[in-house]
């Protein structure tokens, strides 16, 4: 089941550039919110089906939380360990960002916060977008391969 690992990195590249278009729209507030939100809300849909997706190909039927704990056992400097640590900072940001975002808006206060924390998310999930590829990319390699290099 490889195909649902390339729709859940064609998933992350459609949210990615939904990071990017709700960015270019930060200064219509209302506009930023919703595309963000909505980038929040796509990106843990994603990851049920990362999980989802880890369990059918597994063939112990682990899902990809029970990997990635298994993996900071086993080797503790990994991409895999690198991908899940800024996934997981990624996801953090996305509930500051959220809960401060709707204080600026209602309030006019904490812009110093929500721009440090955007900065952060922004390097943070670039990070994970890229490690996601580069983790995937074994699972994924027959769908871009020539014909003849198929087993």
Excluded at 117 to 146: D, E, H
Aim: proline share 3%.
């Amino acid at each position: 089941m490889s195909f649902l690992v390339v729709v859940a990195l064609a998933i992350n590249v459609l949210v990615v550039g939904g990071l990017a278009y709700g960015l270019s729209r930060r200064r219509e507030a209302a506009i930023h919110m919703k595309i963000m939100t909505t980038c929040f809300v796509v990106d843990l849909l994603n990851v049920i089906l990362v999980e989802v997706a880890a369990r059918v190909t597994n063939e112990e039927s682990q899902g990809a939380v029970e990997q990635g704990l298994k993996s900071f056992w086993n080797d503790p400097v990994s991409v895999l360990n690198f991908h899940i640590a800024v996934s997981v900072i990624s996801i953090v940001c996305y509930i500051i960002a959220i809960r401060v975002g709707r204080r600026l808006f209602r309030t006019g206060e904490g812009r110093g916060l929500h721009r440090k924390n955007a900065l952060v998310f922004i390097v943070t999930r670039l990070a994970s977008f890229v490690t996601s590829i580069m983790v995937s990319w074994p699972k994924i390699r027959p769908y871009f391969a020539p014909l003849d290099e198929i087993p």
